[in-house]
């Protein structure tokens, strides 16, 4: 049985918020941050915890690990089974993101395939053995812009979210990885927040050993820490998908531009007609007309531009949404 949720006011909005920027951050800090007493925000953060308001994880950089090829798959589906291939591939265990798309007929889904045979059989034999899917566009993720990993959903400023977090690193040493981080990783997946002493006893190394680890591996972008939540529960109930084209000259100042506004949730380069994939996430549909027009009006290299709204996210950072299957 699904608990029950808790309605959130302007304070868990801004926890919450929080726990988008900084995923493992001390509740100390969470309230020094926002102004409020530690305690308060432990007796409003737990629950939402508790019962899977929050949730928070960990995604890998797939170019830290070679086996995997990320994908951005686009498909179309009859209407009447788009629910059910949605929630198929939700189940999937390396889809990341699955969103339905447009009007009801069309899903966007990126994927970490385990190599060109998972991706082979992906495109060649279990698609087209889907009667139920039309036809699909595949998109190799060149570049995932990492400013965006900060996201905030705009309920921060600029102190707040610096109070947080330091700058996330330009061009950081990726550290090596051990048998014991993979094992880490497999923990901060599982549970983003789990204690160092936790995580310890799963990798088998010591408890500051880990914290050590834990610091390299985020500041190198080996491993996202991420907090999942349904945005319409931050008052950010219009979300879409952009598929730009941009000068190729331009491509990373663009990306790298975009990924910092606090309307985008992730940027990456692509390969296909278009070679930038934007989401972007508004309070409502002016605003998202706004930073159309405002925001991406105001870049000279944007040749083109396809925007497709997002009727429901059926699974982001690798977690199925509850209730939605």
């Not at 925000?41 to 508790?50: I, W």
């Not at 059910?84 to 009007?103: E, F, K, N, Q």
């Amino acid at each position: 049985m699904e608990k029950a949720r808790h309605q959130l006011d302007e304070t868990d909005r801004r926890i919450a918020a929080a726990m988008l920027a900084s995923p493992r951050a001390s509740w100390r800090t969470v309230g020094r941050v926002l102004g409020i007493s530690e305690r308060t925000v432990v007796r409003r953060a737990a629950p939402l915890y508790h019962d899977g308001t929050l949730r928070a994880t960990a995604v890998r950089n797939p170019l830290c690990f070679p086996d995997l090829i990320p994908l951005a798959l686009r498909i179309r589906c009859k209407p009447s089974r788009i629910s059910a291939i949605a929630a198929t591939l939700a189940r999937r265990p390396d889809t990341i993101w699955v969103d339905v798309l447009g009007g009801g007929d069309e899903i966007c889904t990126i994927l970490f395939l385990d190599g060109p045979d998972a991706r082979n059989n992906l495109l060649l034999r279990d698609l087209p053995a889907t009667a139920a899917v039309r036809s699909w566009t595949s998109h190799a993720l060149l570049r995932v812009f990492p400013a965006g990993f900060g996201w905030s959903g705009g309920l921060l400023s600029a102190e707040e979210l610096a109070g947080l977090r330091q700058d996330l690193p330009e061009a950081a040493p990726r550290p090596s990885l051990t048998p014991a981080d993979h094992q880490l990783v497999a923990g901060l997946v599982e549970d983003g927040r789990a204690s160092y002493t936790e995580l310890a006893h799963r990798a088998g190394i010591s408890a500051l050993t880990v914290r050590r680890r834990l610091e390299a591996l985020a500041d190198g972008l080996v491993v996202r820490l991420a907090t999942e939540v349904d945005l319409a529960r931050l008052g950010i109930r219009t979300e879409a998908l952009l598929w730009m084209t941009v000068a190729p000259g331009r491509l990373e100042e663009t990306g790298r531009r975009l990924s910092r506004h606090p309307q985008v949730r992730f940027a990456s380069a692509t390969t296909g007609s278009a070679n930038l994939l934007v989401a972007v996430a508004a309070t409502d549909p002016d605003a998202l007309y706004r930073f159309l027009s405002d925001t991406i009006g105001a870049l000279e290299h944007v040749s083109t531009m396809e925007v497709t709204p997002i009727l429901s996210g059926v699974k982001r950072t690798g977690l199925v949404r509850p209730g939605s299957l």
